[in-house]
């Protein structure tokens, strides 16, 4: 029997409004699910704003804990984790952010959000196998070393730097990646290639992939099975297709209305190729 790589147990984060007040927000209603080690997947949160899904991923991240409810990982409480256990889960559960501005310190290179990890994780013994190891994970995620490295966050694109945030996800050989709307900041004509990036994650490193987000198009085409978040609780789940196919609650009928692309059997992406072969940036 397949142990559990993640396992959420009727999760639910509760905020309250003020010290002089009973009145609170549920932002999140006794959410479950279950992912497993050796079967990898890509699975996609879709929600709008308010609906609870970045309160799961701070969840799984460790930025806040559940009121009731728990989160394991490997069958331990997350919330329980201390020192190697607690550093190892860190190093195994990344993150990929909305915004890849952000992310950067603009006062320093690339090479230094690089090299931070690799220092923080002990992953090299020298000066030349960290840099193997960082042009290794650019390559991963299409990027040429000589075109990023040395160079200041201001002298990169939107998603140059998106990906530079995969790479370093990946540098740390994760089990698990949150990806918290990693496209939604960019340009349309690069989301293909951040989105390309975390398939190939998925694929050739088999790390399973928590995808989040409002945009069903990008759901429909990297996950492959969608849960539904409507006020913090889920109203629709299952194969992504047959959600977003035959939606069953009339909040996902509307999620999918606003599909800009009428023709799901057109890969999305299809129609922006040859703008991103003219601009590999």
Known sequence: MSENLLEIRRASKVYQRGLLTSKATIALKEFSLVLKQDEPT???????SGSGKTTLAMMLLGFTTATTGEVLYKGKNIAGLVGKERMAYRREVQAVFQDPFA???PFYK???LLTVPIRQFK???????ATSKM???LNSVGLRPEDVLGRFPHQ????QRQRINVARALLLKPRLLIADEPVSMVDASLRANILESLRNLHRDHGVSIIYITHDLTTAYHVADNIIVLYKGEVVEKGDVESVIRNPQHRYTQLLVDSIPWPNLDQRWGHSIRTSETTNPR
């Open 42 to 48: 890509i699975l996609t949160i879709a929600g709008e």
């Open 103 to 105: 992310v950067f310190n």
């Open 110 to 112: 690339v090479d230094h």
């Open 123 to 129: 992953l090299a013994r020298t000066k030349a196998e």
């Open 135 to 137: 042009e290794e994970a």
């Open 156 to 159: 990169l694109s939107g998603g």
